[in-house]
């Protein structure tokens, strides 16, 4: 693939994947309350998680499209670098949302290991407050690049086995899927994360991981709430 398809075909993602996720925050947010008591409270969470997961998608995404029209991410730098801490932040937020989701649905506990996995977030703040992070550079530095991202990977890989423990044990079809999305979603973003500055193809996988974020968000709204004639036509068959 060239560099200038490879462009056009992140540009048309990008925008693409923030309508979609947008539209469907949207739709989540308008129809909350029609949403079953029971499960009311989680599927506020999911809520709010896909709320900040879109605010922070929009600077990231969002700025790298603006920087390709502005000339190029080279070019517009600090737009990048600004976009990429700010879903650095809200995807924190989100797995800490993840993981409050699964304590409602399963009526978990905290020990030892959630407990963990919430110390892995002001860990990864005060790394990521760094300034060796050169926030202001569209490429992610080689050493504090993978190093601030391992403790998003220790609190997403948590977040992934709680949910597959506890569905698998509970035959909860609905979060098991959830789990194999999270799965895949890190499956294609470790192979970024390690190899991308070499390798600028590999970052094309970012648009498989995304599309992970886009099927929990499907899933827990088929899930959860109430599905209208119109959702039941465009839901796929159990």
Do not use: C
Not at 141 to 150: A, D, K, T
């Amino acid at each position: 693939m060239s560099e200038e398809l490879r462009i056009y075909v992140e540009v048309g993602f990008n925008i693409l994947y923030l309508i979609v996720v947008w539209t469907m925050t949207l739709i989540m947010s308008m129809n909350i309350e029609k949403v079953a008591k029971e499960n009311r409270s989680i599927a506020s969470l999911f809520r709010w998680a896909f709320v900040l997961l879109a605010l922070g998608d929009t600077g990231h995404v969002g700025f790298r499209v603006a920087a390709y029209a502005l000339g190029g991410l080279e070019n517009n730098a600090l737009l990048v670098g600004i976009g990429a801490l700010a879903t650095a932040v809200t995807v924190t937020f989100f797995y800490v949302a993840m993981l409050y989701i699964w304590k409602e649905r399963f009526k978990g506990k905290f020990g030892l290991l959630e407990y963990i996995l919430l110390a892995s977030v002001p860990v990864r703040f005060i790394v990521m407050a760094f300034p060796q992070n050169d926030w202001g550079n569209s490429v992610p530095p080689i050493f504090w690049g993978p190093f601030r991202n391992l403790f998003l990977m220790i609190l997403g890989v948590g977040v992934l086995y709680l949910y597959l423990r506890d569905s698998i044990k509970t035959k909860d079809r609905l979060f098991r899927w959830m789990g194999y999305s999270i799965f895949f979603s890190f499956l294609f973003y470790t192979p970024v994360i390690l190899l991308a500055r070499d390798i600028p193809a590999i970052g094309m996988l970012m648009i498989p991981k995304t599309i992970m974020y886009v099927a929990i968000q499907f899933i827990a709204y088929k899930g959860l709430w109430p599905q209208s004639n119109i959702d039941r036509a465009f839901s796929t068959a159990d």
